[in-house]
């Protein structure tokens, strides 16, 4: 099926219906596209992506966020992919969560569209926003970093749960390198290649208010330094090494200068053993604020 066309909904474990953990609403898993999920940004006739050429053209039309946003939210570019996150909303689910619907689609961004600093991070977790379809949200990663968000003033609530808890953010969207569940937590470079159009494209919708981009590890980093060399955006030479609270300025074809800020990882394996601490965290989400 061509690109622009109306989706078929992706199949669903038959027609079991679970009630949604914030709004109670029985939902299918994984969701279709304008199925009733709560903030879903799709709808049925959403154009699709099924190959990277369709990427690259859907996301390069987009002519806003959350245009943006429903396509990248029906993506079926990657087939590893694809068949890893239904899988998992379909049989694949934490015991935890047995009983809830699962997003099983590729992560939107959350947060303010005209905001002045994206966070970019890694992919989404198989039970995280594979489960909620919001970035960040339903593992103990999206809880330091909700928390943190809160404490330094970009988020109204502490915690994020899903769509219908009142959580938003304010000048700060929440984009990914990669935007499908990926097994093991490991993007292939194909398919991190195949994802790139569509962080591109956010770089572009958000320069004209853009001051800052977070990178929250190395991964992060990497893509956001390839999507703005994509876009002809200046960047330093050699390639700027990652590292907690680095800063490197890109320069954007207007002059302006956009700076590249990097932050560890906000993953268990980090913030358990404290090389990532509360405190370093909030510095860095300060500094955005005050730069």
């Not at 926003?129 to 502490?158: E, K, V």
């Not at 991190?192 to 001051?211: G, I, N, T």
Request: aromatic content about 6%; hydrophobic content about 40%; glycine content about 10%.
């Amino acid at each position: 099926m061509a690109d622009g066309r109306r989706d078929p909904h992706p199949v669903t474990d038959g027609d079991r219906l679970d009630p949604h953990p914030v709004t109670g609403t029985p939902l299918p898993s994984p969701a279709p596209a304008g199925g009733g999920w709560p903030d879903d940004p799709a709808a049925p006739d959403t154009p699709v992506a099924r190959t990277p050429a369709q990427v690259r053209r859907l996301a390069a039309s987009a002519a806003d966020v959350p245009a943006l946003q429903a396509r990248i939210s029906v993506c079926r570019a990657c087939p590893r992919l694809v068949t890893w996150r239904e899988d998992v909303a379909r049989t694949g689910r934490r015991a935890a969560f047995a009983e809830q619907p699962y997003w099983g689609r590729p992560g939107p961004s959350f947060g303010d569209p005209d905001a002045e600093v994206l966070l970019v991070g890694l992919a989404p977790a198989a039970n995280g926003t594979n489960r909620t379809g919001r970035m960040f949200t339903g593992d103990a990663s999206g809880d330091f970093l909700y928390a943190a968000l809160h404490r330094t003033g970009f988020a109204a609530l502490p915690t994020s749960v899903g769509a219908g808890d009142g959580q938003r953010l304010t000048g700060l969207r929440i984009v990914a390198a990669v935007r499908c569940a990926p097994p093991r937590n490991a993007p292939t470079p194909d398919e991190r290649a195949a994802c790139s159009p569509w962080l591109e494209r956010d770089l572009v919708l958000a320069a004209p208010r853009l001051r800052a981009v977070l990178c929250l590890g190395s991964i992060g980093w990497n893509a956001a330094i390839d999507a703005a060399r994509a876009l002809g955006w200046e960047v330093p030479r050699p390639k700027p090494r990652f590292g907690h609270a680095a800063e490197v300025p890109l320069g954007l074809p207007d002059g302006r200068v956009v700076w590249l800020v990097g932050s560890y990882h906000v993953s268990p394996h980090n913030t358990y053993t404290k090389r990532l601490t509360p405190d370093m965290l909030d510095a860095v989400l300060r500094g955005l604020r005050t730069g």
